[in-house]
């Protein structure tokens, strides 16, 4: 499988701190993989977000930043946040902070027009990053008018223009309804089927991503605690209700008490259809283990 | 009574008219949660309880006193606001200053505010970032803040807009406790939210919105089990509720109105017996 990411003992502090904000990291990423982070706020999940997309160190430059992080072959701190902008995308929380031209359509022209691309190719981004994320009625509106969910699908279509190969999205539900948080992450999930688009995703709402993840990471106190499948989360004998302060999808919390209850589940289910089918073939099971 | 609400009816003045003949009434002391999908009125709902909005036809009474006949200012004696986002409701440069202005525009004693101050630094646990600008705090400190400069006022009624939205699940807890102390208190609070899963974790009484009108008011546990008025609103009920409606479309004695852990795995445990 292809390495996409390859971060090597990366380190980072910020000028105004002794203390680093992240630090032995150590992580391979393949092609193609759903990567969800979480950790309390504060722990340093942003700061790994910005070394993916290289505004650390090209931006935070008052900053020591030590060991390596690789995507698709360019060492970031090698190379300018230009071309490392054409491999990784980069969502934010508050999509308002990304958005600035008069229409939809303009944002997202704004990014290849900067790469000096030919007009048709624009153009072809252009309709490409709509259709994708869904919001081809909405290209002659502009963006402060929008909703936020609208606003949060208008900038992650200005990103997927630049056609990245990784989409790194720091939190990008927080400030939705939970019907936009579920377009946004089914439009996200999409991506990558389609697309084959490696996604790096923080996420607190781990009801909703943990489904599609590929991998779960969790980072405290700057230091990765936990990088498995979240399937994983069961054979670590892990505390049922939260681990590191991420809190455990109430789903998950009850299987997880089910089998210690000696129930024999083997596998955690992350979605409800898949639950209700491995309780309705284990009703039999948990009827003669509990006579 | 804390807040009755009498057939109101209201109409921006763009003529979108965002509550219908709405009617509730909340006892003094009780702890309430106002969900809905977005645009269903809950905000112009929470809006009328203060007076910030009055409303096109019927009356709210807060205290017993109809929100018309009283100033947004002499209401925000009773009735605390807190914003979503912080940064709305933030702008002077220190903590302190913060804090201050709004009993210091009541003209209250510079003594009595002190010891006013003191109360809630203690109890939001602020004390030592009084001199720090809001700006340079984390999320869940400014959050805090906020709330401080409105409980300083020391409010009868709290109003809280989606006081979980973008928290991790510490700070949340933190939420739930600050919440539940102020209930204690003898304090009504009323917070928005679209939080099912902390809905369903706390329970507090429910009211459930959609299209400007009231769709359901009840205990948490028959509101978020109500298959047929979750629907009308777009909510997703807790992860729990919904394995339950999922089980029960197979197995149809599996009980629909399941809505913790707990009750679950018993429910669960308990078949064979």
Redesign the interface.
């Given at each position: 499988m292809e390495n996409i990411i390859q971060i090597s003992d990366l380190e980072f502090s910020y000028g105004t701190s002794k203390q680093p904000a992240i630090h032995g990291i150590n992580l391979n990423v393949n092609k193609g993989e759903y990567v969800v982070i979480a950790?309390?706020?504060?722990c340093g999940k942003s700061t790994f977000c910005r070394c993916i997309n290289g505004l650390i160190p090209h931006f935070y430059r008052s900053g020591i930043m030590k060991g390596s992080v690789m995507v698709d072959g360019l060492d970031t701190r090698e190379h300018p946040l230009y071309e490392i902008t054409q491999k990784v995308g980069m969502v934010f929380?508050d999509p308002e902070s990304q958005l600035m031209s008069l229409t939809v359509e303009r944002d997202l022209a704004f990014g290849p027009e900067n790469l000096g691309l030919p007009r048709e190719e624009i153009r072809a981004r252009v309709e490409e990053a709509l259709e994708l994320t869904q919001i081809q009625h909405l290209r002659e509106r502009a963006p402060h008018e929008l909703?936020g969910g609208e606003q949060q699908h208008v900038a992650i279509a200005s990103v997927l223009a630049l056609q990245p190969k990784i989409l790194v999205l720091d939190?990008p539900t927080?400030?939705l309804?939970?019907?936009?948080a579920?377009a946004i992450l089914d439009i996200i999930e999409n991506l990558r089927v389609q697309k084959k688009i490696t996604v790096i995703i923080v996420e607190?709402r781990l009801?909703l991503v943990l489904q599609s993840a590929t991998r779960f990471l969790i980072i405290h106190d700057g230091a990765l605690v936990f990088d498995d499948k979240p399937e994983k989360l069961i054979a670590k004998n892990i505390t049922p209700d939260?681990i590191y302060?991420?809190?455990i999808?109430?789903?998950v919390?009850?299987f997880m008490?089910?089998i210690n209850?000696g129930?024999p589940i083997k596998q955690i289910p992350f979605n409800?259809?898949q639950?209700?089918s491995v309780?309705?073939k284990e009703?039999g099971l948990?009827?003669?283990?509990?006579? | 009574m804390s807040i009755v609400v009498e057939n109101i009816e209201y109409t921006y003045p763009t003529g979108v008219t965002a509550l219908n003949d709405v009617s509730l009434k909340i006892n003094k002391g009780t702890y309430i949660a106002i969900m809905g999908?977005?645009g269903a009125g809950k905000t112009t709902l929470i809006k009328h309880f203060n007076g910030l909005l009055k409303p096109t036809k019927g009356k709210v009474l807060v205290n017993e006193i109809e929100t018309t006949t009283r100033s947004v200012a002499e209401m925000a004696k009773i009735v605390g606001f807190v914003f979503q986002n912080p940064d709305h409701q933030l702008f002077l440069t220190t903590v302190e200053e913060e804090i201050k202005f709004g009993p210091t525009n009541f003209d209250i004693p510079e003594d009595q505010i002190q010891k006013d101050m003191e109360r809630v630094l203690m109890f939001l646990n602020l004390k030592n970032i009084l001199k720090r600008s809001p700006f340079s705090l984390?999320?869940?400190e400014r959050k805090r803040v906020a709330l401080a400069s409105v409980l300083v006022m020391n409010p009868e009624i709290l109003i809280l807009d989606e006081p979980t939205?973008?928290?991790?699940?510490?700070?949340?807890r933190n939420i739930a406790k600050i919440i539940s102390e102020l209930n204690q208190q003898g304090r009504t609070i009323a917070i928005v939210t679209?939080d099912?899963?902390f809905v369903?974790e706390y329970q507090p009484r429910v009211i459930l919105m959609g299209e400007g009108r009231i769709i359901a008011d009840g205990e948490a546990k028959d509101v978020l089990t109500n298959l047929e008025a979750m629907a009308r609103t777009?909510?997703?009920p807790?992860?729990?509720t919904?394995?339950a409606w999922?089980?029960a479309?197979?197995?149809e004695s599996f009980p629909k109105d399941l809505i913790s852990?707990t009750e679950?795995?018993t429910k669960?445990?308990?078949?064979?017996?």
């Open positions: 950790g309390l706020s504060g929380q909703s939190e927080a400030n309804d939970p019907v936009s579920v607190h009801d939260e302060g991420v809190q999808p109430s789903l919390r009850l008490q089910l209850e129930i409800v259809p639950a209700a309780i309705l009703l948990i009827r003669s283990s509990s006579e | 999908a977005n984390s999320e869940g939205m973008g928290q991790d699940a510490i700070q949340k679209h099912v899963e369903a777009k909510l997703r807790p992860q729990i919904a394995l999922e089980i479309k197979q197995e852990i679950m795995k669960l445990l308990g078949l064979g017996r």
